[in-house]
Protein backbone atom coordinates (compact mmCIF):
# COMPACT_ATOMS: atom_id res chain seq x y z
CA UNK A 1 0.00 0.00 0.00
CA UNK A 2 2.27 3.07 -1.35
CA UNK A 3 -0.90 5.54 -0.22
CA UNK A 4 0.32 9.25 -2.06
CA UNK A 5 2.37 9.26 -4.46
CA UNK A 6 3.60 11.59 -6.84
CA UNK A 7 5.87 12.28 -10.13
CA UNK A 8 8.24 13.62 -10.94
CA UNK A 9 9.73 14.91 -7.48
CA UNK A 10 12.06 17.77 -8.45
CA UNK A 11 11.31 19.46 -11.99
CA UNK A 12 12.82 22.99 -13.64
CA UNK A 13 11.20 24.49 -16.07
CA UNK A 14 11.77 27.60 -18.53
CA UNK A 15 9.19 30.17 -19.11
CA UNK A 16 6.56 28.61 -21.49
CA UNK A 17 6.61 25.41 -21.52
CA UNK A 18 4.15 22.65 -20.03
CA UNK A 19 4.16 20.36 -17.98
CA UNK A 20 2.17 17.40 -16.12
CA UNK A 21 2.24 16.36 -12.70
CA UNK A 22 0.75 13.17 -11.64
CA UNK A 23 -1.03 12.20 -8.19
CA UNK A 24 -1.70 9.18 -7.70
CA UNK A 25 -3.37 6.98 -4.76
CA UNK A 26 -3.93 3.31 -4.14
CA UNK A 27 -6.91 3.34 -1.16
CA UNK A 28 -9.96 3.81 -3.13
CA UNK A 29 -10.27 7.68 -1.89
CA UNK A 30 -13.33 9.82 -3.66
CA UNK A 31 -11.29 12.98 -3.18
CA UNK A 32 -8.32 14.73 -4.37
CA UNK A 33 -6.98 17.44 -4.10
CA UNK A 34 -3.73 19.95 -5.53
CA UNK A 35 -2.21 22.26 -3.58
CA UNK A 36 1.06 24.63 -3.70
CA UNK A 37 3.05 25.72 -0.89
CA UNK A 38 4.83 28.81 -0.69
CA UNK A 39 6.82 30.09 2.43
CA UNK A 40 4.77 32.28 5.01
CA UNK A 41 1.37 31.38 2.89
CA UNK A 42 0.59 27.83 4.09
CA UNK A 43 -1.28 25.24 1.43
CA UNK A 44 -3.33 27.03 -0.98
CA UNK A 45 -5.52 24.80 -3.27
CA UNK A 46 -5.38 24.95 -6.75
CA UNK A 47 -8.44 22.54 -8.30
CA UNK A 48 -10.33 19.78 -5.87
CA UNK A 49 -12.08 16.34 -7.48
CA UNK A 50 -14.65 14.64 -5.93
CA UNK A 51 -14.93 11.73 -7.95
CA UNK A 52 -13.63 10.03 -11.07
CA UNK A 53 -14.36 12.45 -14.00
CA UNK A 54 -15.33 15.43 -11.95
CA UNK A 55 -13.19 18.68 -11.00
CA UNK A 56 -13.61 22.25 -9.64
CA UNK A 57 -11.48 25.87 -9.31
CA UNK A 58 -10.17 26.09 -5.64
CA UNK A 59 -8.40 29.11 -4.45
CA UNK A 60 -5.96 29.55 -6.92
CA UNK A 61 -6.60 27.97 -9.98
CA UNK A 62 -5.49 30.13 -12.59
CA UNK A 63 -2.93 29.05 -14.84
CA UNK A 64 -3.69 25.37 -14.28
CA UNK A 65 -5.49 22.46 -15.66
CA UNK A 66 -6.71 19.11 -13.91
CA UNK A 67 -7.83 16.34 -15.17
CA UNK A 68 -9.33 12.93 -13.38
CA UNK A 69 -9.87 10.25 -15.91
CA UNK A 70 -9.37 7.06 -13.47
CA UNK A 71 -10.53 7.23 -9.91
CA UNK A 72 -6.75 6.62 -8.33
CA UNK A 73 -5.09 9.52 -10.40
CA UNK A 74 -5.51 12.85 -10.17
CA UNK A 75 -2.98 15.08 -13.11
CA UNK A 76 -2.03 18.65 -12.62
CA UNK A 77 -1.27 20.30 -16.12
CA UNK A 78 0.71 23.91 -16.67
CA UNK A 79 0.00 25.00 -20.05
CA UNK A 80 2.46 27.68 -19.83
CA UNK A 81 4.88 27.87 -17.25
CA UNK A 82 5.54 31.61 -15.38
CA UNK A 83 8.37 32.19 -12.70
CA UNK A 84 5.29 32.77 -10.26
CA UNK A 85 4.00 28.96 -10.17
CA UNK A 86 7.72 28.76 -8.80
CA UNK A 87 6.85 26.33 -5.60
CA UNK A 88 6.26 22.77 -4.02
CA UNK A 89 3.16 20.90 -5.05
CA UNK A 90 1.02 18.78 -3.06
CA UNK A 91 -1.05 16.59 -3.86
CA UNK A 92 -3.51 14.82 -1.15
CA UNK A 93 -6.93 12.66 -1.56
CA UNK A 94 -9.58 11.91 1.16
CA UNK A 95 -12.34 9.61 2.06
CA UNK A 96 -15.79 10.81 3.60
CA UNK A 97 -16.66 10.08 6.74
CA UNK A 98 -20.16 9.87 7.27
CA UNK A 99 -22.92 9.57 9.62
CA UNK A 100 -26.92 9.84 10.04
CA UNK A 101 -27.64 13.42 9.47
CA UNK A 102 -24.78 14.04 6.97
CA UNK A 103 -21.59 14.16 6.05
CA UNK A 104 -18.93 15.29 8.93
CA UNK A 105 -15.82 15.59 7.68
CA UNK A 106 -12.71 14.57 6.00
CA UNK A 107 -8.76 13.63 6.89
CA UNK A 108 -6.41 14.43 3.74
CA UNK A 109 -3.33 12.17 3.30
CA UNK A 110 -1.03 13.98 1.56
CA UNK A 111 1.65 12.89 -1.31
CA UNK A 112 5.43 13.46 -0.56
CA UNK A 113 5.03 16.46 -3.27
CA UNK A 114 6.91 17.97 -6.40
CA UNK A 115 9.45 20.57 -6.20
CA UNK A 116 8.75 23.24 -9.27
CA UNK A 117 11.17 26.00 -10.46
CA UNK A 118 10.17 28.05 -13.31
CA UNK A 119 12.88 30.10 -14.57
CA UNK B 1 -14.32 34.65 1.60
CA UNK B 2 -13.30 31.79 4.01
CA UNK B 3 -10.06 32.40 5.78
CA UNK B 4 -8.49 30.88 8.69
CA UNK B 5 -5.85 33.03 10.75
CA UNK B 6 -2.97 31.35 12.64
CA UNK B 7 -0.79 31.89 15.34
CA UNK B 8 2.42 32.79 16.18
CA UNK B 9 3.82 32.19 12.85
CA UNK B 10 7.36 31.30 14.87
CA UNK B 11 7.43 29.95 18.38
CA UNK B 12 10.43 29.07 20.32
CA UNK B 13 10.24 26.39 23.51
CA UNK B 14 12.77 25.07 26.11
CA UNK B 15 12.28 21.57 26.19
CA UNK B 16 10.08 20.32 28.35
CA UNK B 17 7.90 23.47 28.34
CA UNK B 18 4.37 23.40 26.69
CA UNK B 19 3.80 25.27 23.69
CA UNK B 20 0.14 26.56 22.10
CA UNK B 21 -0.95 27.32 18.49
CA UNK B 22 -4.21 29.42 18.06
CA UNK B 23 -6.41 29.48 15.32
CA UNK B 24 -9.53 31.49 14.04
CA UNK B 25 -11.51 30.87 11.48
CA UNK B 26 -14.37 32.80 9.22
CA UNK B 27 -16.49 30.61 8.55
CA UNK B 28 -19.27 29.72 11.23
CA UNK B 29 -20.29 26.67 8.67
CA UNK B 30 -17.09 25.06 9.36
CA UNK B 31 -17.46 21.42 11.46
CA UNK B 32 -14.18 20.10 11.19
CA UNK B 33 -10.58 21.22 12.59
CA UNK B 34 -7.23 18.99 11.31
CA UNK B 35 -3.69 19.76 12.33
CA UNK B 36 -1.40 18.58 10.64
CA UNK B 37 2.45 18.90 10.93
CA UNK B 38 5.00 19.10 8.57
CA UNK B 39 8.94 18.38 9.21
CA UNK B 40 11.24 19.77 7.20
CA UNK B 41 11.26 18.32 3.69
CA UNK B 42 8.92 16.42 4.59
CA UNK B 43 4.57 15.86 3.48
CA UNK B 44 2.06 17.56 6.11
CA UNK B 45 0.51 14.94 8.30
CA UNK B 46 -2.26 15.09 10.26
CA UNK B 47 -1.61 14.98 14.14
CA UNK B 48 -5.43 15.42 15.33
CA UNK B 49 -8.45 16.62 14.48
CA UNK B 50 -11.44 17.24 16.49
CA UNK B 51 -15.03 18.30 15.20
CA UNK B 52 -17.81 20.42 16.09
CA UNK B 53 -19.76 18.38 18.77
CA UNK B 54 -16.57 17.97 20.65
CA UNK B 55 -15.19 21.11 23.10
CA UNK B 56 -11.58 19.12 23.55
CA UNK B 57 -9.54 16.17 22.28
CA UNK B 58 -6.90 14.72 23.52
CA UNK B 59 -3.95 12.29 22.14
CA UNK B 60 -0.76 11.77 24.78
CA UNK B 61 0.98 15.31 25.03
CA UNK B 62 -1.28 16.61 22.54
CA UNK B 63 -4.80 18.34 22.93
CA UNK B 64 -7.19 20.55 20.78
CA UNK B 65 -9.44 22.69 22.12
CA UNK B 66 -12.79 24.64 20.19
CA UNK B 67 -14.54 27.20 21.24
CA UNK B 68 -17.60 27.66 18.20
CA UNK B 69 -18.95 31.06 19.51
CA UNK B 70 -15.83 32.36 19.16
CA UNK B 71 -14.59 30.64 16.07
CA UNK B 72 -11.40 29.78 17.99
CA UNK B 73 -9.51 26.49 18.08
CA UNK B 74 -5.65 25.95 19.71
CA UNK B 75 -3.12 23.03 19.65
CA UNK B 76 -1.76 22.25 22.96
CA UNK B 77 1.42 20.15 23.20
CA UNK B 78 2.56 19.25 26.95
CA UNK B 79 5.85 18.42 27.61
CA UNK B 80 7.67 19.31 24.37
CA UNK B 81 10.42 16.89 23.07
CA UNK B 82 12.63 18.02 19.99
CA UNK B 83 11.05 15.78 17.62
CA UNK B 84 8.15 18.18 17.81
CA UNK B 85 10.62 20.73 16.28
CA UNK B 86 8.15 21.14 12.73
CA UNK B 87 6.09 23.56 11.06
CA UNK B 88 2.44 22.98 12.26
CA UNK B 89 -1.03 24.25 10.07
CA UNK B 90 -4.38 24.44 11.44
CA UNK B 91 -7.35 24.28 9.01
CA UNK B 92 -11.21 24.30 8.54
CA UNK B 93 -13.86 22.75 6.75
CA UNK B 94 -17.21 22.46 6.30
CA UNK B 95 -17.02 18.75 5.18
CA UNK B 96 -17.79 17.02 1.86
CA UNK B 97 -21.52 17.74 2.59
CA UNK B 98 -20.72 20.90 0.42
CA UNK B 99 -18.20 19.72 -1.84
CA UNK B 100 -15.93 22.37 0.08
CA UNK B 101 -12.11 21.98 0.81
CA UNK B 102 -9.95 22.44 4.13
CA UNK B 103 -8.65 26.02 4.10
CA UNK B 104 -5.29 26.18 5.78
CA UNK B 105 -4.06 28.30 8.49
CA UNK B 106 -0.31 29.84 7.01
CA UNK B 107 1.47 27.78 9.37
CA UNK B 108 3.35 28.16 12.36
CA UNK B 109 7.30 27.14 12.76
CA UNK B 110 7.85 25.42 16.18
CA UNK B 111 11.65 25.22 17.61
CA UNK B 112 12.19 23.33 20.45
CA UNK B 113 15.61 24.21 22.38
CA UNK B 114 17.86 22.15 24.14
Known amino acids: NAGVTQTPKFRVLKTGQSMTLLCAQD?????MYWYRQDPGMGLRLIHY???????AKGEVPDGYNVSRLKKQNFLLGLESAAPSQTSVYFC??????????????????FGPGTRLLVL | GENVEQHPSTLSVQEGDSAVIKCTYS??????FPWYKQELGKRPQLIID?????GEKKDQRIAVTLNKTAKHFSLHITETQPEDSAVYFC?????????????FGSGTRLSIRP
Open chain 1, 92 to 109: ASSYSRSRVGGVIGETQY
Open chain 1, 27 to 31: MNHEY
Open chain 1, 49 to 55: SVGEGTT
Open chain 2, 27 to 32: DSASNY
Open chain 2, 50 to 54: IRSNV
Open chain 2, 91 to 103: AASRGHSSASKII
